[in-house]
C-alpha cells in the first residue's frame, strides 16, 4: 500500500498546488472583491461546513444554507463559489484520510477510478433519469441500510456483524465499481457521493473507515477542474471561496483528529446518523423537485 499511498499523495499535492497558484493569482488581481465583507463570518461557515463535510455529510448544501442565512454571498454565483472555494479542503480531506486506516491498493485505486469515469463519461446517461426519482431511490436504499448497520452493530436479525474487511475481490470488488462509478455519475446532476459511498461500503462489509479515503479521493481528483472553468469565466465569489478555503481546513483538521480517536463502533453509530439525515435530505428535495 505505501507506494499506492506515495503516488496518491504526490499526484493530489501537485493538482492541489496547481489550483492553489491559479486561485490565489486571480484573487490577487481582483483585491477590490474583498472590500467590505463579512469575513469572520464567511471563515466560521468554512469552519463549521467542512467539519460536518468530514463526517460524511457533504458541505455544499449547508454551505448554502449558511450564505442564505447570513446574506454573505450572491445565490447568482453560488456553484462556482462553492466548487473553487472546497477544493482544496477536499484535497486536504483525502491525505488526511488516505493513512487513516489500511485498504487494500485495488479496491482504494479502482473505486476512485469508477467514480472519475462515471463523472466524465455516465452524465450523458443519468441526466436523462428524473432526478426526483432518484432521490427517493437513494433515500430509501440509506434508510434500509442504516438499520442494517444498526442491527449489524447490535447483532440482531441476519445481517451478520459490522464489516472489517479492507479490501473487496470477485464480484464484490465488480459491485463496488460499478456502483461507485453510478454515483460518479450521478454528481453531476447534484447528487451527492459522500453517504451513499459509506454505505455501500459498509454494505459490502468493510471496515467504514476505509469509505473516508475513498470518496474524498473519488472527489478530490474531480473538483478541480470544475474549480478552474469556474476561475477562468470568474463565475464566483472570491472572497467567499476564499474564507472557505481557509477556514475549511480548520474544520476539516478539528474533524479528522475526532474521527480518528473514535472507536469503530461509535464512529458507526454517528455514520449511522449521518446516513437517516441525509436520506431526510433527498426525501426533502425529491418533495420540492416534485413540487
Same mark, same amino acid.
Given at each position: 500500500?505505501?507506494?499506492?499511498?506515495?503516488?496518491?499523495?504526490?499526484?493530489? %499535492?501537485?493538482?492541489?498546488?496547481? @489550483?492553489?497558484?491559479?486561485?490565489?493569482?486571480?484573487?490577487?488581481?481582483?483585491?477590490?472583491?474583498?472590500?467590505?465583507?463579512?469575513?469572520?463570518?464567511?471563515?466560521?461557515?468554512?469552519?463549521?461546513?467542512? @467539519?460536518?463535510?468530514?463526517?460524511?455529510?457533504?458541505?455544499?448544501?449547508?454551505?448554502?444554507?449558511?450564505?442564505?442565512?447570513?446574506?454573505?454571498?450572491?445565490?447568482?454565483?453560488?456553484?462556482?463559489?462553492?466548487? #473553487?472555494?472546497?477544493?482544496?479542503? #477536499?484535497?486536504?480531506? &483525502?491525505?488526511?484520510?488516505?493513512?487513516?486506516?489500511?485498504?487494500?491498493?485495488?479496491?482504494?485505486?479502482?473505486?476512485?477510478?469508477?467514480?472519475?469515469?462515471?463523472? !466524465?463519461?455516465?452524465?450523458?446517461?443519468?441526466?436523462?433519469?428524473?432526478?426526483?426519482?432518484?432521490?427517493?431511490? !437513494?433515500?430509501?436504499?440509506?434508510?434500509?441500510?442504516?438499520?442494517?448497520?444498526?442491527?449489524?452493530?447490535?447483532?440482531?436479525?441476519?445481517?451478520?456483524?459490522?464489516?472489517? $474487511?479492507?479490501?473487496?475481490?470477485?464480484?464484490?470488488?465488480?459491485? $463496488?465499481?460499478? %456502483?461507485?462509478?453510478? !454515483?460518479?455519475?450521478?454528481?453531476?446532476?447534484?447528487?451527492?457521493?459522500?453517504?451513499?459511498?459509506?454505505?455501500?461500503?459498509?454494505?459490502?462489509?468493510?471496515?467504514?473507515?476505509?469509505?473516508?479515503?475513498?470518496? &474524498?479521493?473519488?472527489?478530490?481528483?474531480?473538483?478541480?477542474?470544475?474549480?478552474?472553468?469556474?476561475?477562468?469565466?470568474?463565475?464566483?465569489?472570491?472572497?467567499? $471561496?476564499?474564507?472557505?478555503?481557509?477556514?475549511?481546513?480548520?474544520?476539516? @483538521?478539528?474533524? &479528522?483528529?475526532?474521527?480518528?480517536?473514535?472507536? !469503530?463502533?461509535?464512529?458507526?453509530?454517528?455514520?449511522?446518523?449521518?446516513?437517516?439525515?441525509?436520506?431526510?435530505? &433527498? @426525501?426533502?428535495?425529491?418533495?420540492?423537485?416534485?413540487?
Amino acid at each position: 500500500m505505501n507506494y499506492v499511498t506515495t503516488i496518491l499523495r504526490v499526484a493530489i %499535492v501537485a493538482y492541489a498546488l496547481v @489550483f492553489a497558484v491559479v486561485f490565489v493569482k486571480d484573487c490577487m488581481n481582483h483585491k477590490e472583491d474583498f472590500k467590505g465583507r463579512k469575513h469572520v463570518t464567511l471563515f466560521v461557515i468554512g469552519v463549521i461546513t467542512n @467539519f460536518f463535510d468530514t463526517l460524511g455529510i457533504g458541505s455544499f448544501a449547508t454551505t448554502q444554507a449558511a450564505f442564505k442565512l447570513t446574506k454573505s454571498s450572491s445565490d447568482k454565483i453560488m456553484p462556482g463559489t462553492l466548487n #473553487v472555494g472546497d477544493c482544496i479542503p #477536499v484535497m486536504t480531506e &483525502f491525505l488526511l484520510f488516505l493513512g487513516l486506516v489500511e485498504v487494500a491498493p485495488l479496491t482504494l485505486v479502482s473505486m476512485i477510478v469508477g467514480a472519475i469515469i462515471g463523472s !466524465l463519461i455516465g452524465a450523458s446517461i443519468v441526466s436523462k433519469w428524473p432526478v426526483r426519482v432518484v432521490r427517493y431511490a !437513494l433515500g430509501g436504499a440509506l434508510v434500509f441500510l442504516a438499520i442494517m448497520m444498526g442491527c449489524r452493530l447490535m447483532e440482531i436479525g441476519p445481517f451478520g456483524i459490522a464489516g472489517t $474487511a479492507t479490501g473487496l475481490i470477485g464480484w464484490k470488488l465488480i459491485v $463496488a465499481v460499478g %456502483v461507485n462509478f453510478l !454515483l460518479g455519475a450521478l454528481m453531476t446532476i447534484g447528487v451527492g457521493l459522500y453517504t451513499p459511498c459509506i454505505a455501500l461500503c459498509s454494505a459490502l462489509g468493510l471496515n467504514v473507515k476505509i469509505a473516508f479515503p475513498v470518496m &474524498f479521493g473519488s472527489c478530490a481528483f474531480l473538483m478541480p477542474s470544475c474549480g478552474f472553468a469556474f476561475i477562468k469565466k470568474s463565475n464566483y465569489d472570491r472572497a467567499a $471561496a476564499a474564507w472557505l478555503t481557509i477556514g475549511g481546513a480548520v474544520g476539516i @483538521f478539528i474533524a &479528522f483528529y475526532i474521527v480518528r480517536s473514535l472507536p !469503530l463502533e461509535v464512529l458507526t453509530w454517528i455514520i449511522i446518523v449521518v446516513m437517516l439525515y441525509t436520506a431526510v435530505m &433527498f @426525501f426533502r428535495d425529491a418533495v420540492k423537485n416534485a413540487a
